[in-house]
């Protein structure tokens, strides 16, 4: 019997096995600076060395300013956590891309783009997300302070072996409908505790047409369906995008590593044990209207209504949602009015999006009830490509901030924040109550509604537009 | 890291679904690079009816009378139970050190986030999945008797009142590392020349992969 694509990799990595637990090898340690520090002090108190110091590669994300860069970071405690990054890579002798490098951005942005993401590879981060790494046919997953001592240590993580569910999407994707909604679609049908304990493979012709950017944003969102391990197998897609980037092997090594890339899918027998499938050409521009990614409706339909929910606890957690979103049930989402626009984060920040939301906006102005609409770019590599096609000058002259590389109000570590009471049309991944800023209220969408969102001031079906 | 063996403790009901790490400790608190003191933050934006910073004191703040851990029946308790999806969100350990620090050793829900689930298991925190109408049955006791206690068996994998309430599964390698305490580096590193023979097969099958 064939083997899925998440046992391949994993097979590869197994240096021991135990009962109930595998001893699991981990190629690539991407480290930032919110979860990292407590790790490297752990790793000075035991009087520890780090394994192996190739395998990292640092960046500071979450803390950074998004404004002028050559002022000091004004909080000083998020001062502190990005020098004890500089600190700690200096010490231990890392890779780091510092504040004010022009390859620094936020992690998941960066690991592609310099090659440091490569298919078969286990890839590790103290931070949920780096299941966007599996786009590439790795199993990347999120890890907590401890196993990143543990990695930094190690090299090695202790593991159970996740189930597996496969999700074949098959069908023509509506024009303007994009990877974002497939993946809120998706959290909307399965729950966000849907694939817990599982590693999801995304297949079928509607991933097959995405590009690698799309395929980054859908394993990015894994995790919000609850599952810390994403991935689609390794095509020639996969195998052009990674060619020439900085890290990516070359040469003879490059020949070898395509060879052995292209057999990275899952065996045609492979058996999963829950598979998924999804009509790709019914789904609908997403926006979520809940503190929950899983509160989700199509552009075209109307908030549910609590009372309608068979399951109680259900019902409960729809009306504290619809309480904390000041939001009516049964509310068409095309009569949402929004307050702030974020376009940016692991999700959607990359060259692709950026082209995608500047499009949306053409020669247009964003609406008078916008107060403040925020293009964040995820890595200053980004920022410089779009800088060369001019889509800096469409977000400015529409009225649109136009920032330095980072989290930022994704999750609004740094000065970029929702007001109390504010409502976003937001770009990135999570709705939590407070996410974007205490009282503020995310509505998660894909960036050419948010872009759409901006100009008019609502939320509109983009598909009309053209 | 404590061990956890049998643990008695009051237990404070949050009746909610999908709890995630933005709620157990909100990000502000994220920039600390220790590993204690976030206690007092635990569940801030609940807890509290202003909004919290790090460095301010906390026994200033305007509190949230009607949040379970302002009640006075649920002082001192150590045993939080919820509802499903406990844990959701990000990979940040911080949320178990929040719990911890606040003096909550067993974590009771119908179902957990993986990483959240893990990373409790590092922190001397147990994590107990429980059917959902063991739950509901749960919560109707906690509401019905003022300072209910639950008494957690991890060897037997029981919990208790007056009489048993459920057996629970674990994984035998997580739950010996709590009942003894185990630094699971130094486990890992007795395997040290195992992971050094096989980082040299590797090599040879994936050069590419040699030093990233
Ligand atoms: S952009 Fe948001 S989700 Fe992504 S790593 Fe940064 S904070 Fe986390």
Same mark, same amino acid.
């Given at each position: ?466 | ?41 635990? /569940? ?8 919290? #910073? ?5 026994? %200033?703040? &305007? +509190?949230?009378? $009607? ?71 749960? /919560? ?8 209910? #206690? ?5 060897? %037997?994998? &029981? +919990?208790?009142? $007056? ?50």
């Amino acid at each position: 019997m064939g083997i899925s694509l998440y046992e391949k990799v994993f097979n590869r990595h197994v240096v021991r096995k135990e009962t109930d637990t595998y001893l699991l090898y981990i190629d690539r340690h991407l480290v930032h600076e919110v979860t990292s520090p407590q790790a490297f002090e752990g790793i000075r108190m035991a009087n520890r060395e780090i394994w192996s110091k190739n395998s990292i590669l640092a960046v500071p994300d979450h803390n950074v300013p998004t404004t002028d860069r050559n002022i000091q970071i004004e909080d000083p405690i998020s001062k502190i956590q990005v020098d004890t990054l500089d600190k700690n890579c200096e010490e231990f002798d890392l890779l780091q891309f510092k504040m004010n490098d022009q390859r620094q951005g936020i992690v998941h942005v960066v690991g592609p783009e310099q090659g440091s993401t490569l298919p078969g590879m286990t890839i590790v981060c103290g931070d949920s997300h780096t299941s966007t790494h599996g786009a590439f046919g790795a199993i990347a997953m999120g890890i907590g302070t401890s196993e990143v001592e543990h990695v930094l240590a190690t090299q090695c993580l202790i593991v159970n072996k996740f189930k597996t569910m496969r999700i074949i999407v098959n069908g023509d994707l509506q024009n303007s409908v994009t990877a974002k909604d497939i993946a809120l679609s998706i959290i909307g049908k399965i729950g966000t505790a849907g694939g817990n304990g599982h590693a999801i493979e995304f297949s079928g012709t509607t991933i097959e047409s995405l590009s690698m950017e799309g395929r980054m944003t859908l394993c990015n969102m894994a995790i919000e369906a609850g599952s810390r391990v994403g991935l689609i197998g390794v095509d020639n897609k996969t195998i052009e995008y990674i060619k020439d980037k900085p890290l990516a092997p070359k040469g003879e090594l490059w020949e070898k590593a395509k060879k052995d890339w292209l057999d990275l899918v899952s065996d045609e027998d492979a058996k999963f044990d829950s598979e998924i499938e999804i009509d790709g050409s019914l789904i609908e521009p997403q926006v979520t209207w809940g503190t929950s990614p899983e509160m989700v409706a199509s552009i075209t339909s109307k908030i549910p209504n609590p009372v309608n929910c068979k399951d109680k606890t259900v019902t409960s957690s729809y009306e504290i949602a619809l309480k904390y979103m000041d939001l009516k049930p049964e509310t068409p989402i095309n009569q949402i009015s929004i307050d702030k626009v974020f376009i940016g984060s692991c999700t959607n920040s990359r060259i692709e999006d950026l082209r995608a939301a500047a499009d949306i906006v053409g020669t247009k102005k964003i609406a008078k009830n916008i107060k403040l609409a925020l293009v964040v770019p995820g890595s200053g590599l980004v920022k410089i490509q779009a800088e060369l096609e001019g889509l800096d000058k469409i977000f400015k002259s529409a009225g649109f901030e136009w920032r330095e590389p980072g989290c930022s109000m994704c999750l609004a570590m740094n000065a970029d924040k929702l007001g109390n009471g504010e409502r976003c049309a937001s770009t990135s991944n999570r709705n939590f109550e407070g996410r974007q800023g205490q009282g503020g209220r995310t509505h998660l969408v894909s960036p050419q509604m948010a872009a759409a969102a901006a100009i008019y001031g609502k939320f509109i079906d983009i598909r009309e537009l053209n | 890291m404590e061990p956890l063996n049998l643990h008695k403790g009051i237990v404070i009901p949050l009746d909610r679904a999908n709890v995630d790490t933005d709620a157990i400790i909100p990000k502000q608190f994220l920039k600390s690079i220790k590993k204690s003191g976030f206690g007092p933050n635990l /569940f801030d934006e609940w807890r509290y009816l202003d909004h919290g #910073e790090p460095g301010l004191d906390n026994s %200033k703040r &305007k +509190i949230n009378k $009607d949040f379970v851990l302002n009640l006075a029946r649920y002082k001192n308790g150590s045993i939080l139970i919820a509802r499903e999806n406990f844990g959701c969100g990000s990979s940040r350990e911080h949320a178990p050190w929040a719990l911890l620090d606040f003096g909550i050793r067993v974590v009771i829900a119908s179902s957990f986030a993986d990483i959240f689930y893990g990373n409790c298991f590092k922190n001397g925190i147990l994590p107990i999945t429980l059917e959902k109408t063991i739950m509901d049955q749960v /919560f109707t006791k906690v509401q019905n008797k003022v300072g209910y #206690e639950i008494t957690v068996n991890l060897e %037997k994998q &029981k +919990i208790y009142d $007056d009489s048993e309430i459920a057996h629970f599964e674990i994984d035998s390698f997580k739950k010996s590392c709590l009942m003894d305490g185990l630094d699971d580096i130094g486990l890992t590193l007795k395997n040290k020349i195992d992971i050094q023979n096989f980082e040299k097969k590797y090599q040879e099958i994936f050069p590419w992969l040699k030093g990233g």
